[in-house]
């Protein structure tokens, strides 16, 4: 495990044996991957695999669970071990084929309880108000795969910063802010939002006829499908969890999951508010 140093955190994996199924899965050669490390050699990876290492590390316990993996380009169940040598750890996985998920049940809604969990822990984490908006946007990416999230502080009087995640290569703010915070309004459902209720768009197309105007202006923008969903403090709505373009399939349910995502958000405003 390769880490930073100013934070004590893992950064990246650096291979010391790998397996000749691994090494042909990404288009290498097992003498090529040893000595070299994951993120410099999968550019599709991401560091959701990393978080695994570190809670291993920390814990001293086994990780086992079902993840989509981009290196791998799908999804698979996974070991993850400490080892006697510090610093290192051992990963195992396998596929979980199309069949699996209608037997096994090894579907996004089980992962995502899992995941709500971990969101959950970063709450009590010693991180500053925005890493830690950082580290809820990133995780909550891991389970939908949108393009976008993106908290706005809609109370004018809150002296916090919108925060926003994109995916890699695209442009982390579309268009203007205030511009999109207008959807709200566009969509003649603020009062919706006010009363602590999220809005779903599950695809765009369908307002096409419905309401063009809407349709209109989200396509313009490249949005196919959006949640806006509330983050409340003392019972009012201070804010919003915008979700773009995100990716839903058989048992997951992506308004709901995010706004449990948004109620940890409003716990993490509260405690940052009251440490300014």
Known sequence: MKKDSSQDMVKDLEYVYVNEHYAK????????LVGD??????????????????????TGEELRGVSFSPTVGTWVRFTM?????????????????????GENQFTKSWTMDERVLRIAGLIT??????????RILEETSYIIHP????????????????????????????ADVESM???????????QLEKGIPIQIESVDALRESNPGIYEYLSERGIKCGVMAPIQYHGRTIACLVCDNYEETRGQDVGRFLDMVA???????AEALINL
């Open 37 to 58: 490390t994951y993120l410099n050699t999968s550019p599709r990876g991401d560091t959701e695999l990393l978080h695994f290492a570190q809670q291993v590390e920390e």
């Open 25 to 32: 899965m990404i288009n290498r050669t097992p003498e090529e």
């Open 125 to 134: 984490q010693d991180l500053t108000y925005k890493k830690r908006i950082e």
């Open 263 to 269: 109620g940890f958000m409003g716990v993490a405003i």
């Open 81 to 101: 071990c400490p080892t006697e040598e510090p610093g290192y750890c051992t990963l195992t996985f396998m596929r979980v084929e199309a069949g699996d998920f």
């Open 181 to 191: 915070r207008s959807e709200s309004s566009l969509f003649g459902q603020y009062n």
């Open 147 to 174: 393009d976008r999230l993106m908290v706005w502080i809609l109370d004018e009087e809150m002296p916090l910063e919108d925060v926003i995640w994109s995916l890699e290569g695209l442009e982390p703010n579309p």
